[in-house]
């Protein structure tokens, strides 16, 4: 088991991508702090999580606000305090739904919308991280994995040019701390996914007519979209003693895209 007496912090773990990561540590020996910023999604999350949990895998749900300093930092702290380490961050917070239109064009595209796509796909990882790193210097170990998109490729034909600044910017974040953690012992790599039928994208989904998902389906090489369990096994390599040798790369998971 992969995870056993190791903490992870995993953001936006009610579901999705995030969820699918949770679901995995905790059978494998995980103590997942499990945040979101719904009550309702954590009411839910938390004991289905914890029927998966196998050869010791805890779940603890906290209720935050990935966007606000001072929670992210309380919630760390208090974490660190309890635990005694965080071994692994999954910031997984992060997505184009947060506007109306996020197929939008930049002419399209308002100012107020480029910044809130910027700052929800952004800001959390940042602060997340930010709180985080200091508790893994201590014990020269961790495991960092963000969340970008193959539109920070500039590969995604659906999402809006803020979207792909911002992930672009998850794929240079993540660059740039590798080199700067490397020296700390600590790991930090990401993923692009491509489309994938988490519970917010699947409505999105499943408006498209049949010819756009057919399209989408066959210039995939392994013929289908992903789901988010195919997002959370790449993270979990990334996050586990697998991948210790891997820091300051960014895994497109796209089937082939």
Excluded at 110 to 132: C, E, P, S, Y
Aim: with cysteine; charged share 20%; net charge neutral.
């Amino acid at each position: 088991m992969r995870f056993v007496n190791k903490v992870a912090l995993i953001t936006a773990a009610a579901n999705g991508i995030g969820r699918a990561t949770a679901q995995i540590m905790v059978r494998e020996g995980a103590t997942v702090i499990a945040i979101d910023n719904h009550q309702a999604r954590i009411d839910e999350a938390v004991p289905a999580l914890r029927r998966g949990a196998g050869h010791g895998g805890k779940v603890e749900g906290r209720l935050v606000d990935a966007l606000d300093a001072a929670q992210v930092d309380k919630v760390v702290a208090d974490a660190a305090r309890e635990h005694g380490q965080i071994d692994i961050l999954v910031n997984a917070v992060g997505g184009s739904t947060v506007i109306d239109n996020p197929q939008a064009t930049t002419e399209q595209l308002a100012f107020t919308d480029w910044q809130k796509l910027i700052a929800f796909n952004l800001d959390g990882t940042f602060l997340f991280t930010h709180a985080v790193i200091p508790v893994m210097k201590r014990r020269r170990s961790g495991k960092i994995v963000n969340l970008a998109s193959i539109a920070g490729r500039g590969l995604s034909i659906n999402s809006s040019s803020a979207y792909a600044a911002a992930k672009g910017g998850i794929i240079a974040f993540t660059r740039k701390l590798a080199y700067e953690l490397g020296p700390e012992g600590i790991n930090v790599n990401a993923i692009a996914p491509s489309v994938t039928l988490t519970e917010r994208i699947r409505p999105h989904w499943e408006k498209r007519s049949q010819a756009a998902q057919a399209e989408e389906i066959e210039r995939t090489p392994l013929r289908r979209v992903a789901e988010a369990v195919d997002q959370a096994n790449v993270i979990c390599f990334l996050a586990s003693s697998d991948a210790d040798f891997v820091t300051g790369l960014t895994i497109d998971v796209t089937g082939g895209v």
